[in-house]
């Protein structure tokens, strides 16, 4: 079982630059997260789906784009990309249903891209 | 937006001892509570989940839950050094997962 895979695991990036962040999942989740977490830091939530078609806001959305196509896949752009934006970015999945009583499961995480802009 | 609250530590432990970490959370609807554990440079794993009230015992670890107060906490019982990571409090309510920022463990030898 893949799980949770993205790609690259490192980059470095020149201030302007665009880059996308790659995402996906074969666990068949309907949630996808983006999380960014800087040195010493919580995570912080970037964007999120809760299926296919469907995106939302989190907690740090300026400067980032999202799509979600496919139940699979939930890529993120950075564009023009800044000092700030440098940090490490967590793409997770989970699964939630609803009914009398909405749960999750936990999320499953992939294992990040260290991000540097210079 | 839903909240998690988290005491950020670092929090600091003898070898041996019992570690308690703390986590407040402001969505009632919340029906299960996760704690992660991250090791500086990883990404984070699960490892206690809990769902009704009380406690829930895994090794060295106990989760308790308190829905009334909103309140759930992670014991860790004869702590390691290879205990010594930050350790997240995840809950999901009906929102996208919100996670506290975790608190930061070190286990001294």
């Known amino acids: 079982n893949a799980g949770v895979t993205q790609t690259p695991k490192f980059r470095i990036l020149k201030i302007g630059q665009s880059m996308t962040l790659q995402c996906t999942q074969d666990m068949n989740h309907n949630y996808m997260y983006w999380y960014r977490q800087d040195p010493g830091m919580g995570l912080k939530l970037i964007y999120y789906?809760?299926?296919?078609?469907?995106?939302d806001k989190g907690e740090v959305p300026n400067g980032y784009n999202v799509s979600r196509s496919t139940t699979e896949d939930f890529p993120l752009r950075l564009e023009l990309a800044a000092p700030s934006q440098t940090s490490v970015y967590f793409c997770?999945?989970?699964?939630?249903?609803?009914?009398?009583?909405?749960?999750?499961?936990?999320?499953?995480f992939g294992q990040g891209t260290r991000l540097t802009v210079v | 937006q839903k909240e998690v609250e988290q005491n950020s530590g670092p929090l600091s432990v003898p070898e041996g001892a019992i570690a308690s970490l703390n986590c407040t959370y402001s969505d009632r609807g919340s029906q299960s509570f996760f704690w992660y554990r991250q090791y500086s440079g990883k990404s984070p794993e699960l490892i206690m989940f809990?769902?009704?009230?009380g406690d829930k015992e895994d090794g060295r670890f106990t989760a308790q839950l308190n829905k009334a107060s909103q309140y759930v906490s992670l014991l860790i019982r004869d702590s390691q050094p290879s205990d010594s990571a930050t350790y997240l409090c995840?809950?999901?309510?009906?929102?996208?997962?919100?996670f506290g920022k975790g608190t930061r463990l070190s286990v001294i030898a």
């Open positions: 997770a999945s989970s699964y939630m249903w609803g009914g009398r009583g909405y749960d999750h499961t936990e999320a499953f």
């Open positions: 809990i769902y009704s009230n």
């Open positions: 789906s809760v299926g296919a078609g469907i995106t």
């Open positions: 995840a809950a999901p309510g009906n929102t996208p997962l919100v």
